[in-house]
């Protein structure tokens, strides 16, 4: 069966859930190398051997959801909590271009304070100042906003849906809906953005299916970057005590969907790398990742961006980040991309 589905692979025939959860179900190693080196050879023939690089800035934690695993989560009382004013941010959006990233991404919890038109503002301070795309991950806001900050100079979202189990969806998310999530990805698509979403892997109460299920929905959504990571339990949330997510599935699951979605960006993620410190982005790039973010938010913000402990680089200058990551990715015998590492799916103006 798992020759069969390899050469299913091989012919670039879709793959179906039942398929996927076979795959999932892995633990061979020479089976998983198969896997691996599968998904690598499709990752290079559909976005090439390039590494496209983000600079991540992560301006808020202040966050109005309670979301069960996240550290930044509303009644967390034991976060010290900070938000970036505007020109700061600006500033180290100026300085990621200096490091030679062509995008930074705007992270935060969903806060209120950073009202649309102080948004607007930033967005079209930075593209003055720094020769960027912009990426925005600031989670669920009415479509009027999502429209003024792509007008305003945007050019992608980023917003992950977690899981696609809805059962599941709404234990964890006790301040949004599965359906306006889906609404939301839908509505950035349609105003024009470059849309990312994703999910994490070995959440509490996750299954194989349901994880298969995951990879179906990226497919469907046609996204143009898709972020996975593994699981990784805060002790400051309801799900303390619970085990983090698997470094091996959270592999698998990038393979399956370099495999599924083919051209989409795939980042080897932090959370992966956290879990896995030697060698985790460098096997996510060797088995379908083609994106890093080095993080770039200035230092004195970093350990409190908590949305999982122990995350690594909190103890580095951007500069330092930027150094290690250039490192890692020559290791493995891959370059840097120098373009904005627009999406490959759709016809992108510069």
């Excluded at 890093?292 to 230092?299: A, L, S």
Aim: aromatic residues 8%; proline residues 4%.
């Amino acid at each position: 069966m798992i020759d069969y589905l390899f050469e299913k692979i091989e012919r670039e025939q879709e793959l179906n859930k039942e398929d996927l959860c076979r795959l999932l179900a892995l633990e061979n190693p020479q089976e998983l190398e198969t896997l691996y080196n599968m998904a690598d050879k499709i990752r290079k023939k559909y976005v090439r051997d390039e590494v496209h690089l983000r600079g991540l800035i992560e301006f808020s934690n202040h966050c109005r959801n309670n979301c069960l695993y996240c550290g930044i989560r509303r009644d967390n009382t034991k976060l010290v909590r900070y938000r970036m004013d505007l020109d700061e941010i600006v500033d180290t959006a100026v300085l990621a271009q200096k490091l030679g990233y062509k995008t930074v991404v705007l992270q935060s919890g969903e806060d209120p304070c950073y009202t649309v038109d102080k948004l607007e503002y930033l967005i079209k301070s930075i593209k003055a100042r720094a020769d960027v795309a912009i990426t925005l991950s600031i989670g669920e806001r009415p479509r009027e906003e999502y429209k003024r900050l792509y007008e305003a100079g945007a050019d992608r979202f980023l917003m992950r849906f977690e899981t696609s189990n809805r059962a599941l969806y709404h234990k964890l998310h006790p301040d949004s809906s599965f359906d306006r999530r889906m609404e939301s990805l839908k509505w950035l698509r349609e105003i024009g953005y470059q849309v990312g979403s994703g999910t994490m892997v070995g959440l509490p109460g996750q299954t194989i299916a349901d994880i298969a299920e995951d990879i179906l929905k990226f497919k469907e959504l046609d996204l143009d970057m898709v972020g996975v990571g593994p699981y990784i339990c805060h002790n400051d949330t309801p799900l303390a005590g619970s085990a983090n997510g698997d470094v091996e599935m959270t592999l698998k699951v990038i393979a399956l969907t370099r495999i599924v979605t083919r051209d989409s960006h795939i980042p080897a993620t932090t959370a992966l790398a956290t879990l896995r410190p030697a060698d985790g982005r460098e096997k996510a790039l060797q088995c379908g990742a083609n994106v890093v973010m080095p993080n770039t938010t200035p230092m004195k913000y970093r350990a409190h961006y908590a949305l999982y402990p122990a995350k690594i680089c909190i103890n580095e200058k951007a500069e330092q980040c930027s150094a290690c990551i250039h490192r890692r990715i020559f290791s493995i015998g891959r370059p840097v991309s120098r373009d904005y590492g627009h999406s490959l799916k759709r016809k992108i103006s510069v």
